[in-house]
């Protein structure tokens, strides 16, 4: 079975400041998909970046980018530049063939 | 184009009544999904639509949760009766065919409290 697993449960960073989020997951798969979804207060979960395992290059979407390790079975993700609104819980998941397993998430406070 | 519309956004009830959650996905999306996501943990899926058809319920209680996806569109989550631990949000979630299909887009959710 598939397991990931967020070993932070919670995380704090300054504001303009750079933090990194662990995740590592558990598959016997060569192809699948790793994703980081942020879940504000509000409670409505979006994607932050997404990772084909195929792909050799880490994902980067503006501020937020990953470091994947596929041999490790790791994906961090990284956030520069940490800004107010990026205080969430974040969660790391992994998508093989069509489920979407989570992990327990981390929960980010940004500090002014 | 709109969100994964859902509702209630709350709903509290009494142990062994029966609550019913309705979700709207995003048009055209082929796939709808609903989540349970209990305090402090990350969402469990619980039954996977495509279409009209039930790709995966292993995770579901059958004994008391139940779902359906009428014409291929809209989507009801009812538990009946309620129990204590059935207390969680309630995410809906919907994604379109290939090769979009493995980004899902989640709904504000519905949070249950049994008392």
Known sequence: ???????????????AETVT???????????YYLFWYKQPPSRQMILVIRQEAYKQQNATENRFSVNFQKAAKSFSLKISDSQLGDAAMYFCAYRRPRKL???????????P | EAGV??????????KRQSVAFWCNPISGHATLYWY?????????LLIQFQNN????????????????????VDSTLKIQPA????????L???????PGANVLTFGAGSRLTVL
Do not use: H, W
Request: hydrophobic share 25%.
């Open chain 2, 5 to 14: 519309a859902q509702s209630p956004r709350y709903k509290i009830i009494e």
């Open chain 1, 21 to 31: 989020l662990s995740c590592t997951y558990d598959t016997s798969e060569s192809d």
């Open chain 1, 101 to 111: 397993v989570f992990g327990k998430g981390t929960k980010l406070t940004v500090n």
């Open chain 2, 36 to 44: 349970q996501q209990i305090l402090g943990q990350g969402p469990k």
């Open chain 2, 92 to 98: 809906c979630a919907s994604s379109p065919e290939p």
């Open chain 2, 53 to 72: 058809g039930v790709v995966d319920d292993s995770q579901l209680p059958k004994d008391r949760f139940s779902a359906e996806r009428l014409k291929g």
């Open chain 1, 1 to 15: 079975a598939q397991t990931v697993t967020q070993s932070q449960p919670e995380m704090s960073v300054q504001e």
């Open chain 2, 83 to 90: 129990k204590l631990e059935d207390s969680a949000v309630y």
